[in-house]
Protein backbone atom coordinates (compact mmCIF):
# COMPACT_ATOMS: atom_id res chain seq x y z
CA UNK A 1 0.00 0.00 0.00
CA UNK A 2 1.24 3.42 -1.02
CA UNK A 3 0.88 6.30 1.24
CA UNK A 4 1.16 10.41 0.40
CA UNK A 5 1.36 12.51 3.41
CA UNK A 6 0.27 15.85 1.61
CA UNK A 7 -0.09 19.51 3.87
CA UNK A 8 -1.54 22.86 3.15
CA UNK A 9 -0.22 25.03 0.11
CA UNK A 10 1.76 28.10 1.22
CA UNK A 11 1.14 29.83 -2.45
CA UNK A 12 -1.90 29.02 -4.66
CA UNK A 13 -1.36 26.86 -8.22
CA UNK A 14 -0.19 28.08 -11.23
CA UNK A 15 0.59 27.02 -14.36
CA UNK A 16 -0.48 25.69 -17.65
CA UNK A 17 -0.61 21.73 -17.56
CA UNK A 18 -2.41 18.97 -19.97
CA UNK A 19 -4.17 16.23 -18.24
CA UNK A 20 -3.85 12.75 -19.88
CA UNK A 21 -6.14 11.24 -22.38
CA UNK A 22 -10.03 10.57 -21.89
CA UNK A 23 -10.30 7.21 -20.43
CA UNK A 24 -13.46 6.68 -21.76
CA UNK A 25 -12.05 7.31 -25.51
CA UNK A 26 -8.98 5.60 -25.38
CA UNK A 27 -10.60 2.00 -24.32
CA UNK A 28 -12.75 3.00 -27.67
CA UNK A 29 -10.69 3.78 -29.62
CA UNK A 30 -9.00 0.05 -29.16
CA UNK A 31 -11.87 -1.89 -29.02
CA UNK A 32 -13.72 -0.52 -32.42
CA UNK A 33 -9.69 -0.51 -33.72
CA UNK A 34 -9.41 -4.06 -32.79
CA UNK A 35 -12.73 -5.18 -34.88
CA UNK A 36 -12.06 -2.62 -37.58
CA UNK A 37 -10.70 -3.76 -40.56
CA UNK A 38 -6.63 -2.12 -41.37
CA UNK A 39 -4.43 -0.50 -38.64
CA UNK A 40 -5.56 2.22 -36.01
CA UNK A 41 -3.54 4.65 -35.18
CA UNK A 42 -4.15 5.90 -31.85
CA UNK A 43 -2.39 9.35 -30.30
CA UNK A 44 -2.64 10.84 -26.94
CA UNK A 45 -3.63 7.38 -25.57
CA UNK A 46 -4.29 7.48 -21.65
CA UNK A 47 -1.81 4.50 -20.35
CA UNK A 48 -3.88 4.48 -17.03
CA UNK A 49 -4.06 0.81 -15.69
CA UNK A 50 -7.85 0.56 -17.37
CA UNK A 51 -6.68 1.20 -20.37
CA UNK A 52 -3.66 -0.84 -20.39
CA UNK A 53 -6.56 -3.75 -19.58
CA UNK A 54 -8.20 -3.32 -22.61
CA UNK A 55 -5.16 -3.56 -24.58
CA UNK A 56 -3.75 -6.46 -22.41
CA UNK A 57 -7.86 -8.58 -23.17
CA UNK A 58 -7.74 -7.95 -26.77
CA UNK A 59 -4.09 -8.88 -27.20
CA UNK A 60 -4.89 -12.44 -25.84
CA UNK A 61 -8.08 -12.48 -27.98
CA UNK A 62 -5.28 -12.27 -30.92
CA UNK A 63 -4.98 -8.96 -31.94
CA UNK A 64 -1.80 -7.44 -32.38
CA UNK A 65 -1.67 -4.21 -30.55
CA UNK A 66 1.75 -2.06 -30.17
CA UNK A 67 2.05 0.41 -27.65
CA UNK A 68 4.53 3.27 -27.67
CA UNK A 69 4.10 5.84 -25.12
CA UNK A 70 0.99 7.99 -25.98
CA UNK A 71 0.80 6.31 -29.69
CA UNK A 72 -1.06 2.97 -29.98
CA UNK A 73 -1.21 1.05 -32.85
CA UNK A 74 -4.34 -1.80 -33.21
CA UNK A 75 -3.55 -4.17 -36.73
CA UNK A 76 -7.44 -4.87 -36.75
CA UNK A 77 -8.63 -7.97 -38.09
CA UNK A 78 -12.74 -7.46 -38.84
CA UNK A 79 -15.68 -8.24 -37.27
CA UNK A 80 -15.82 -11.73 -35.87
CA UNK A 81 -11.93 -12.37 -36.46
CA UNK A 82 -11.00 -13.09 -32.75
CA UNK A 83 -9.62 -15.86 -31.47
CA UNK A 84 -10.69 -17.75 -28.50
CA UNK A 85 -8.37 -17.02 -25.53
CA UNK A 86 -5.89 -19.42 -23.53
CA UNK A 87 -5.85 -17.88 -20.22
CA UNK A 88 -9.27 -15.71 -18.54
CA UNK A 89 -9.52 -12.01 -19.84
CA UNK A 90 -8.56 -9.70 -16.66
CA UNK A 91 -10.05 -6.25 -16.92
CA UNK A 92 -8.69 -5.46 -13.52
CA UNK A 93 -10.43 -2.56 -12.13
CA UNK A 94 -12.20 -1.62 -15.28
CA UNK A 95 -16.37 -1.50 -15.38
CA UNK A 96 -16.17 -0.14 -19.23
CA UNK A 97 -13.51 -3.08 -20.63
CA UNK A 98 -15.79 -5.89 -19.05
CA UNK A 99 -19.38 -4.64 -20.28
CA UNK A 100 -17.79 -3.38 -23.73
CA UNK A 101 -15.86 -6.40 -24.23
CA UNK A 102 -19.56 -8.56 -23.46
CA UNK A 103 -21.08 -6.46 -26.16
CA UNK A 104 -18.11 -7.81 -28.33
CA UNK A 105 -17.68 -11.49 -27.26
CA UNK A 106 -21.70 -11.64 -27.61
CA UNK A 107 -21.06 -12.37 -31.45
CA UNK A 108 -18.06 -14.17 -30.88
CA UNK A 109 -18.63 -18.59 -31.21
CA UNK A 110 -16.05 -19.70 -28.73
CA UNK A 111 -15.48 -19.51 -24.85
CA UNK A 112 -14.00 -16.61 -23.00
CA UNK A 113 -13.76 -16.48 -18.89
CA UNK A 114 -13.96 -12.71 -17.55
CA UNK A 115 -12.97 -11.73 -14.46
CA UNK A 116 -11.76 -8.68 -12.70
CA UNK A 117 -10.62 -7.69 -9.10
CA UNK A 118 -12.64 -7.50 -5.73
CA UNK A 119 -14.37 -3.92 -7.02
CA UNK A 120 -15.20 -5.36 -10.21
CA UNK A 121 -16.27 -8.39 -8.22
CA UNK A 122 -19.08 -6.19 -6.44
CA UNK A 123 -20.04 -3.99 -9.46
CA UNK A 124 -23.78 -5.20 -11.60
CA UNK A 125 -23.16 -6.65 -14.91
CA UNK A 126 -26.96 -8.11 -15.00
CA UNK A 127 -27.03 -4.64 -16.66
CA UNK A 128 -25.48 -6.12 -19.67
CA UNK A 129 -25.69 -9.51 -19.16
CA UNK A 130 -29.13 -9.85 -19.49
CA UNK A 131 -29.58 -7.56 -22.61
CA UNK A 132 -26.56 -9.64 -24.28
CA UNK A 133 -28.86 -13.14 -23.28
CA UNK A 134 -31.73 -11.60 -25.04
CA UNK A 135 -29.75 -10.92 -27.88
CA UNK A 136 -28.67 -14.69 -28.41
CA UNK A 137 -25.37 -14.87 -26.16
CA UNK A 138 -24.98 -17.80 -23.66
CA UNK A 139 -23.78 -16.05 -20.54
CA UNK A 140 -23.33 -17.82 -17.08
CA UNK A 141 -21.63 -16.48 -13.69
CA UNK A 142 -22.06 -15.84 -10.46
CA UNK A 143 -25.82 -15.62 -8.86
CA UNK A 144 -27.12 -15.95 -12.39
CA UNK A 145 -24.51 -13.47 -14.44
CA UNK A 146 -24.93 -10.79 -12.09
CA UNK A 147 -20.94 -10.72 -10.95
CA UNK A 148 -17.70 -11.88 -12.07
CA UNK A 149 -16.07 -14.48 -12.81
CA UNK A 150 -18.61 -14.56 -16.13
CA UNK A 151 -17.97 -16.89 -18.35
CA UNK A 152 -19.74 -16.46 -22.62
CA UNK A 153 -20.36 -18.06 -25.19
CA UNK A 154 -21.33 -15.91 -28.25
CA UNK A 155 -23.06 -16.47 -31.44
CA UNK A 156 -25.95 -16.02 -33.77
CA UNK A 157 -27.08 -12.66 -32.51
CA UNK A 158 -29.93 -10.98 -33.39
CA UNK A 159 -30.75 -7.35 -32.96
CA UNK A 160 -33.30 -5.61 -30.63
CA UNK A 161 -34.91 -3.21 -28.99
CA UNK A 162 -33.83 -2.67 -25.72
CA UNK A 163 -35.13 0.01 -23.26
CA UNK A 164 -32.74 0.45 -21.11
CA UNK A 165 -33.61 1.24 -17.29
CA UNK A 166 -30.78 3.21 -16.46
CA UNK A 167 -28.85 6.11 -18.61
CA UNK A 168 -25.57 4.41 -19.06
CA UNK A 169 -22.68 4.45 -21.56
CA UNK A 170 -21.73 1.11 -20.85
CA UNK A 171 -24.74 -0.54 -21.14
CA UNK A 172 -25.87 1.32 -24.64
CA UNK A 173 -22.37 0.89 -26.12
CA UNK A 174 -22.28 -3.07 -25.30
CA UNK A 175 -25.44 -3.79 -26.49
CA UNK A 176 -24.92 -1.43 -29.70
CA UNK A 177 -21.19 -3.51 -30.02
CA UNK A 178 -23.17 -6.48 -29.90
CA UNK A 179 -26.05 -5.53 -32.54
CA UNK A 180 -23.52 -4.14 -35.02
CA UNK A 181 -21.83 -7.98 -35.34
CA UNK A 182 -25.76 -9.49 -35.28
CA UNK A 183 -28.58 -9.80 -37.66
CA UNK A 184 -31.54 -7.01 -38.14
CA UNK A 185 -31.59 -3.60 -36.12
CA UNK A 186 -30.22 -2.99 -33.02
CA UNK A 187 -32.28 0.31 -30.74
CA UNK A 188 -31.24 1.52 -27.55
CA UNK A 189 -33.58 3.70 -25.78
CA UNK A 190 -32.25 5.22 -22.56
CA UNK A 191 -34.25 7.26 -19.64
CA UNK A 192 -31.67 10.20 -19.40
CA UNK A 193 -29.18 10.57 -22.21
CA UNK A 194 -25.37 8.98 -21.29
CA UNK A 195 -21.86 10.26 -22.46
CA UNK A 196 -22.10 9.40 -26.51
CA UNK A 197 -17.92 8.46 -27.39
CA UNK A 198 -19.54 5.13 -28.65
CA UNK A 199 -22.08 6.95 -31.64
CA UNK A 200 -19.38 9.31 -32.30
CA UNK A 201 -16.39 6.74 -32.42
CA UNK A 202 -18.51 4.64 -34.78
CA UNK A 203 -19.04 7.20 -37.25
CA UNK A 204 -15.71 7.49 -37.13
CA UNK A 205 -15.11 4.21 -38.05
CA UNK A 206 -17.68 4.50 -41.14
CA UNK A 207 -20.78 3.22 -38.85
CA UNK A 208 -23.71 4.47 -39.81
CA UNK A 209 -25.57 5.47 -36.31
CA UNK A 210 -28.70 7.19 -36.15
CA UNK A 211 -29.89 8.92 -33.18
CA UNK A 212 -33.34 10.45 -32.31
CA UNK A 213 -33.37 12.03 -28.96
CA UNK A 214 -33.12 9.22 -26.39
CA UNK A 215 -33.11 6.58 -29.27
CA UNK A 216 -29.71 5.13 -30.85
CA UNK A 217 -29.99 2.79 -33.45
CA UNK A 218 -28.09 0.68 -36.16
CA UNK A 219 -28.24 -2.22 -38.47
CA UNK A 220 -26.07 -5.51 -37.84
CA UNK A 221 -23.14 -6.86 -39.87
CA UNK A 222 -21.78 -3.08 -41.00
CA UNK A 223 -18.04 -3.31 -41.07
CA UNK A 224 -15.77 -1.07 -39.56
CA UNK A 225 -12.69 0.57 -41.60
CA UNK A 226 -9.81 1.51 -39.08
CA UNK A 227 -9.33 5.21 -38.55
CA UNK A 228 -6.84 7.83 -37.01
CA UNK A 229 -8.23 8.55 -33.57
CA UNK A 230 -6.44 11.49 -31.66
CA UNK A 231 -7.17 11.01 -28.18
CA UNK A 232 -8.35 14.65 -26.15
CA UNK A 233 -7.37 15.24 -22.79
CA UNK A 234 -10.01 13.91 -19.97
CA UNK A 235 -12.42 16.31 -18.58
CA UNK A 236 -13.31 13.85 -15.65
CA UNK A 237 -9.20 14.24 -14.90
CA UNK A 238 -9.12 17.92 -15.72
CA UNK A 239 -12.20 18.18 -13.10
CA UNK A 240 -9.62 17.74 -10.15
CA UNK A 241 -7.42 20.59 -11.23
CA UNK A 242 -10.41 22.77 -12.43
CA UNK A 243 -12.01 22.16 -9.01
CA UNK A 244 -8.52 23.00 -6.96
CA UNK A 245 -8.14 26.23 -9.25
CA UNK A 246 -11.35 27.34 -8.12
CA UNK A 247 -10.79 26.58 -3.80
CA UNK A 248 -7.27 27.10 -3.62
CA UNK A 249 -6.57 30.72 -2.95
CA UNK A 250 -4.13 32.51 -4.56
CA UNK A 251 -4.91 30.06 -7.93
CA UNK A 252 -4.65 30.24 -11.83
CA UNK A 253 -4.93 27.19 -13.74
CA UNK A 254 -5.05 26.76 -17.55
CA UNK A 255 -5.78 23.40 -18.61
CA UNK A 256 -5.03 22.33 -22.24
CA UNK A 257 -6.99 20.17 -25.25
CA UNK A 258 -9.43 19.16 -22.44
CA UNK A 259 -12.12 16.82 -24.09
CA UNK A 260 -15.43 19.27 -24.06
CA UNK A 261 -17.77 17.02 -25.46
CA UNK A 262 -21.76 17.80 -24.25
CA UNK A 263 -22.73 14.79 -22.65
CA UNK A 264 -19.45 15.37 -20.39
CA UNK A 265 -19.52 19.01 -19.42
CA UNK A 266 -22.00 19.25 -16.48
CA UNK A 267 -18.91 20.19 -14.43
CA UNK A 268 -18.45 23.11 -15.97
CA UNK A 269 -22.30 23.98 -15.73
CA UNK A 270 -22.35 23.23 -12.34
CA UNK A 271 -18.69 24.97 -11.54
CA UNK A 272 -20.15 28.56 -13.95
CA UNK A 273 -23.53 28.30 -11.53
CA UNK A 274 -21.67 27.97 -8.59
CA UNK A 275 -20.06 31.04 -9.48
CA UNK A 276 -16.80 30.28 -10.91
CA UNK A 277 -14.32 32.01 -12.41
CA UNK A 278 -13.87 30.10 -15.48
CA UNK A 279 -13.17 30.80 -19.37
CA UNK A 280 -12.86 28.59 -22.57
CA UNK A 281 -11.01 28.89 -25.58
CA UNK A 282 -9.64 27.71 -28.86
CA UNK A 283 -12.57 25.53 -29.04
CA UNK A 284 -12.41 22.62 -31.78
CA UNK A 285 -13.02 19.38 -33.65
CA UNK A 286 -16.26 19.59 -32.81
CA UNK A 287 -16.69 17.16 -35.35
CA UNK A 288 -15.31 13.70 -33.24
CA UNK A 289 -14.81 14.77 -30.13
CA UNK A 290 -14.64 18.43 -29.56
CA UNK A 291 -11.88 19.90 -26.67
CA UNK A 292 -10.37 23.85 -25.96
CA UNK A 293 -8.11 25.25 -23.05
CA UNK A 294 -9.90 25.56 -19.96
CA UNK A 295 -8.32 28.72 -17.72
CA UNK A 296 -9.83 29.07 -13.86
CA UNK A 297 -8.96 31.17 -11.10
CA UNK A 298 -9.84 31.15 -7.25
CA UNK A 299 -13.55 31.99 -7.26
CA UNK A 300 -16.02 32.88 -4.54
CA UNK A 301 -19.12 30.14 -4.79
CA UNK A 302 -22.17 29.45 -3.64
CA UNK A 303 -24.05 26.13 -2.92
CA UNK A 304 -26.40 25.18 -5.82
CA UNK A 305 -28.73 21.62 -6.43
CA UNK A 306 -27.29 19.12 -8.78
CA UNK A 307 -29.89 16.44 -10.51
CA UNK A 308 -32.00 15.30 -13.12
CA UNK A 309 -30.24 15.58 -16.52
CA UNK A 310 -27.25 17.12 -15.27
CA UNK A 311 -26.21 13.74 -13.23
CA UNK A 312 -25.22 11.31 -16.22
CA UNK A 313 -23.33 14.62 -17.65
CA UNK A 314 -20.85 14.68 -14.31
CA UNK A 315 -21.28 11.50 -12.58
CA UNK A 316 -17.68 10.40 -12.32
CA UNK A 317 -17.15 13.91 -10.82
CA UNK A 318 -19.15 14.05 -8.01
CA UNK A 319 -16.80 12.95 -6.04
CA UNK A 320 -14.90 16.53 -6.67
CA UNK A 321 -18.03 17.79 -6.73
CA UNK A 322 -18.91 17.22 -3.16
CA UNK A 323 -15.10 19.11 -2.01
CA UNK A 324 -16.16 21.87 -3.87
CA UNK A 325 -19.01 21.99 -2.43
CA UNK A 326 -17.59 22.19 1.07
CA UNK A 327 -15.95 25.87 -0.05
CA UNK A 328 -19.16 27.04 -1.18
CA UNK A 329 -21.50 29.24 0.45
CA UNK A 330 -24.37 27.53 2.11
CA UNK A 331 -25.76 24.20 0.79
CA UNK A 332 -25.40 21.84 -2.01
CA UNK A 333 -27.62 19.04 -2.84
CA UNK A 334 -27.03 16.15 -4.83
CA UNK A 335 -29.45 14.01 -5.63
CA UNK A 336 -30.63 11.58 -8.45
CA UNK A 337 -27.50 9.84 -8.74
CA UNK A 338 -27.64 6.73 -6.72
CA UNK A 339 -25.83 5.00 -9.43
CA UNK A 340 -22.48 6.24 -7.27
CA UNK A 341 -23.61 3.13 -5.32
CA UNK A 342 -22.46 0.83 -8.01
CA UNK A 343 -18.77 3.16 -9.16
CA UNK A 344 -15.51 1.54 -8.67
CA UNK A 345 -16.19 2.06 -4.73
CA UNK A 346 -19.84 2.76 -3.17
CA UNK A 347 -19.26 6.16 -3.86
CA UNK A 348 -22.11 8.14 -1.60
CA UNK A 349 -20.44 6.40 1.45
CA UNK A 350 -16.90 6.82 0.37
CA UNK A 351 -17.13 10.28 -0.23
CA UNK A 352 -19.07 11.21 2.59
CA UNK A 353 -16.99 9.34 5.08
CA UNK A 354 -13.68 10.48 3.61
CA UNK A 355 -14.29 13.77 3.88
CA UNK A 356 -16.64 13.72 7.11
CA UNK A 357 -12.82 12.54 8.69
CA UNK A 358 -11.71 16.20 6.97
CA UNK A 359 -13.99 17.95 9.02
CA UNK A 360 -16.55 18.20 5.98
CA UNK A 361 -20.26 19.10 7.28
CA UNK A 362 -21.66 16.65 4.99
CA UNK A 363 -24.51 13.70 5.17
CA UNK A 364 -25.05 10.58 3.00
CA UNK A 365 -28.82 10.34 1.54
CA UNK A 366 -30.28 7.81 -0.68
CA UNK A 367 -29.62 9.34 -3.89
CA UNK A 368 -26.78 11.94 -3.45
CA UNK A 369 -25.40 13.70 -0.65
CA UNK A 370 -26.26 16.92 1.40
CA UNK A 371 -22.76 19.43 1.81
CA UNK A 372 -23.00 22.47 3.86
CA UNK A 373 -20.56 25.19 3.51
CA UNK A 374 -18.27 27.02 3.87
CA UNK A 375 -16.11 24.77 6.05
CA UNK A 376 -11.96 24.82 7.04
CA UNK A 377 -11.22 21.46 6.55
CA UNK A 378 -8.51 19.90 8.58
CA UNK A 379 -5.97 17.22 8.26
CA UNK A 380 -6.39 13.24 9.51
CA UNK A 381 -5.56 10.02 7.87
CA UNK A 382 -7.71 9.06 4.81
CA UNK A 383 -8.21 6.64 2.23
CA UNK A 384 -8.65 5.92 -1.31
CA UNK A 385 -10.24 2.15 -0.64
CA UNK A 386 -8.85 1.71 -4.21
CA UNK A 387 -10.97 4.22 -6.07
CA UNK A 388 -9.13 6.18 -8.27
CA UNK A 389 -11.49 9.40 -8.02
CA UNK A 390 -11.24 9.15 -4.34
CA UNK A 391 -7.67 9.21 -3.87
CA UNK A 392 -7.47 12.18 -6.04
CA UNK A 393 -10.65 13.68 -4.27
CA UNK A 394 -8.57 13.64 -1.36
CA UNK A 395 -4.98 15.03 -2.93
CA UNK A 396 -6.63 18.35 -3.63
CA UNK A 397 -8.53 18.67 -0.30
CA UNK A 398 -5.14 18.39 1.12
CA UNK A 399 -4.52 21.62 -0.65
CA UNK A 400 -6.92 23.64 1.59
CA UNK A 401 -7.22 21.32 5.07
CA UNK A 402 -4.97 22.59 8.03
CA UNK A 403 -2.32 20.05 9.02
CA UNK A 404 -1.38 16.89 7.39
CA UNK A 405 -3.43 15.21 5.15
CA UNK A 406 -2.50 11.43 5.07
CA UNK A 407 -3.79 9.04 1.68
CA UNK A 408 -3.88 5.94 2.49
CA UNK A 409 -3.67 3.43 -0.87
CA UNK A 410 -2.87 6.56 -2.85
CA UNK A 411 -1.63 4.30 -5.71
CA UNK A 412 -4.92 3.91 -7.27
CA UNK A 413 -4.51 7.17 -8.81
CA UNK A 414 -2.85 5.10 -11.62
CA UNK A 415 -6.50 4.00 -12.94
CA UNK A 416 -6.83 6.87 -14.66
CA UNK A 417 -4.13 9.48 -13.99
CA UNK A 418 -0.73 7.87 -13.72
CA UNK A 419 0.92 11.40 -13.06
CA UNK A 420 -1.73 13.30 -10.86
CA UNK A 421 0.37 13.59 -7.73
CA UNK A 422 3.54 15.01 -10.09
CA UNK A 423 1.34 16.85 -11.76
CA UNK A 424 -0.60 18.38 -8.65
CA UNK A 425 3.60 19.26 -7.66
CA UNK A 426 4.06 21.09 -10.64
CA UNK A 427 1.89 23.08 -9.81
CA UNK A 428 2.56 24.20 -6.50
CA UNK A 429 6.12 25.68 -8.18
C1 LIG B 1 -18.17 5.14 -18.93
C2 LIG B 1 -19.47 5.34 -18.58
C3 LIG B 1 -19.88 5.71 -17.22
C4 LIG B 1 -18.73 6.22 -16.38
C5 LIG B 1 -17.50 5.36 -16.55
C6 LIG B 1 -17.06 5.31 -17.99
C7 LIG B 1 -17.87 4.76 -20.34
O1 LIG B 1 -20.44 4.58 -16.58
O2 LIG B 1 -19.09 6.30 -15.02
O3 LIG B 1 -16.45 5.86 -15.75
O4 LIG B 1 -16.71 4.86 -20.76
O5 LIG B 1 -18.81 4.36 -21.05
P1 LIG B 1 -21.94 4.09 -16.86
O6 LIG B 1 -22.05 3.78 -18.27
O7 LIG B 1 -22.10 2.87 -16.02
O8 LIG B 1 -22.81 5.20 -16.43
Redesign the pocket.
Known amino acids: MEVKRLTKLKNGLNGTIFVPGD??IS??AVMFGAIAEGTTKITNFLQGEDCLNTIACFQKLGIKIEQNGNDVTVYGKGLQRLVEPTEVLDVGNS??TI??MLGILANASFHCTVIGDPSIGKRPMK?VTEPLRQMGAKIDGREDGQYTPLSIRGGNIKGIHYRSP????????AVLLAGLQGEGVTTVTEPLQ??D??ERMLRTFGCCVTVDGLTVSLEGGQKLSAANIEVPGDI?SAAFFLVAGAIVPNSKVVLKNVGLNPTRTGILDVLSQMGANLSIDNIRNEEFEPCGDITIETSQLRGIEVSGTLI?KL??EIPILALLATQAEGTTVIKDAE?LK??ETNRIDTVVNELKKLGAHIEATEDGMIVHGKTQLHGNVVNSHGDHRIGMMLGIASCIADGEVIIENSEAVAVSYPNFFEQLHMLQN
Do not use: C, M, N, W
Open positions: KSHRGTRLRVASAQVKSSRHTSPIDEVK
